[in-house]
């Protein structure tokens, strides 16, 4: 039985008009420029909509036409459109745009495929979506979004987006040329998503074949007993401010990791000042752990398992005020969340830290003679040369002080495992990056996020991550696989 593609564009058009509208659709929307929408559809390939979104906004602050683009320096333009997908060859692409327009185009932006095909950067799918989004003639647009959801739909049988398009304009009805691009790549961010897609709760379940898809897991808490002895994912991650985090796309990498338990350190908020939504996600059990600063440090862990016990602090009021450890404690282990004190420029605070990191071990060390311990966070300290970029010139400074890596040493000579260099002893592996000086496009940065087990849990260890690809803050995220 053919796929019955009307049905489906019929469902999807009302189903798509809550979700988030593509951002080049936003920008023809907006402005109704051929030229705005040209260099928003550049700037998108490879990249997450909100990315996108925010270096436009940037961009457009500065530029309003070819001429404006011309003013603006390599350098400059990569500082600006920071952190998009390959911004450097984008920024180069953006700086010869004004002068092909001008050379071969009378610096007006083409209205066809084969003309845009000959700029700087535009590629068949940039081409056809600016003739279909900027200048309403018919083309087909193909991206990742489309040439994926037809296959799953088995209306085509491609390989590549550009057989896709072929296949489409003998096979697609005219009518839908122009916007199924943009009904297919909001569907494919908000539903059918290229990881785990959510099948569950698709519009197009009873027509859909779903070929060669693997759906997400139906969400639901499940009772701690009944996940003992199977694999278990842990995810933590230095989120530098919950709610800046959900404005970069934070919950769709939290679903993407269908994790098992995820931990956040630094949150800067407390729960009456979040949406409901991300109090209560689908499948999971909250808990938060706030500073009693506002806007400061914290710690929260969702879990889609029930603990036993919820333990907040390490019972010393001098640290506990600042939210840093939270502990869930399940069957057969217990589960540690820990945001440590940055010992702060000229070790200002480089005491409190260590007394803090005492504290610390002396709590692990008392649990773990009860079961099993995993420790994760981010423990402000680099351990060793191979943990950041710059040993040398940083020896005295926090993260990186002799009295902090000296403290680490403690620790492993204890036998707790640093799960990541159980895996991988790789230079260039790093989990923070600051946000100056282009540092993490230069993978200028510290490995300070671990994940720590006790001496006698190592053979429960079955992998460990760093997921260095993942954006929203200026840390990244880090997993362990743990049996």
């Excluded at 390989?159 to 489409?168: C, G, K």
């Excluded at 005219?174 to 897609?197: D, E, H, M």
Aim: net charge neutral; charged share 25%; with cysteine.
């Amino acid at each position: 039985m053919s796929f019955p593609i009307d049905k489906a564009v019929s469902i999807l058009e009302t189903e798509v008009k809550e979700y988030e509208v593509p951002v080049v659709d936003l920008i023809a929307a907006q402005s109704k420029d051929p030229f705005k929408v040209l260099v928003a559809t550049i700037l998108s390939a490879r990249t997450k909509d909100e990315v996108t979104a925010a270096a436009c906004r940037r961009l457009f602050k500065k530029i309003e036409t070819h001429d404006d683009l011309e003013e603006l320096t390599i350098p400059e333009l990569e500082k600006i459109i920071y952190p998009v997908g390959f911004f450097r060859n984008k920024a180069k692409h953006l700086a010869m745009l004004p002068g092909v327009l001008r050379e071969k185009f009378n610096s007006q932006v083409p209205d066809d495929v084969d003309s845009l095909v000959k700029l700087p950067g535009v590629g068949r799918k940039t081409a056809n979506l600016v003739v279909a989004v900027a200048f309403n003639k018919q083309a087909i647009c193909v991206d990742t979004h489309v040439h994926r959801i037809m296959n799953i739909w088995g209306y085509v049988n491609t390989t590549s987006p550009l057989e896709t398009e072929m296949v489409l304009r003998e096979t697609l009805p005219s009518q839908y040329w122009i916007r199924i691009n943009s009904i297919l790549v909001a569907f494919g961010q908000g539903t059918c998503k290229p990881v785990r897609p959510h099948c569950d709760r698709c519009v197009l379940l009873d027509i859909c074949p779903q070929i060669n898809v693997t759906p997400r897991k139906v969400p639901g808490i499940k009772e701690a007993k009944t996940v003992s002895g199977g694999l278990k994912k842990f995810v933590s991650w230095n989120v530098n401010g919950l709610r800046a985090a959900l404005k970069k796309g934070f919950i769709d990498s939290f679903h993407e990791f269908d994790a098992d338990v995820i931990a956040l350190q630094e949150i800067k908020v407390l729960p009456d000042q979040l949406p409901v939504d991300i109090l209560n996600i689908d499948g999971y059990a909250s808990y938060w752990y706030p500073a009693q600063k506002k806007g400061y440090s914290g710690t929260a862990i969702f879990s889609r398992s029930v603990p036993l016990q919820v333990i907040y602090g390490l019972d010393n009021h001098e640290f506990d005020n600042e939210g840093r450890v939270l502990t869930l404690e399940f069957e057969d282990y217990f589960f540690i969340n820990i945001y440590f004190p940055n010992a702060q420029h000229g070790l200002k605070r480089l005491d409190f830290k260590i007394a803090f990191n005492n504290a610390v071990l002396h709590y692990m060390d008392r649990l773990s003679e009860k079961k099993s311990v995993v420790v994760c966070g981010d423990l402000n300290v680099a351990h060793k040369p191979i943990d950041l970029a710059n040993p040398k010139s940083n020896e005295k400074n926090p993260g990186y002080s002799p009295e902090e890596r000296a403290w680490m040493d403690v620790v492993t000579q204890a036998g707790y495992v640093d799960t990541f260099r159980k895996f991988n002893q790789d230079p260039d592996q790093y989990t923070w990056w600051s946000y100056r000086f282009n540092a993490r496009a230069k993978n200028i940065g510290w490995r300070i996020d671990y994940f720590l087990v006790d001496p006698g849990s190592e053979e429960r260890v079955k992998g460990a991550r760093i997921h260095d690809d993942i954006l929203g803050s200026d840390h990244c995220p880090v997993s362990l696989e743990f049996k």
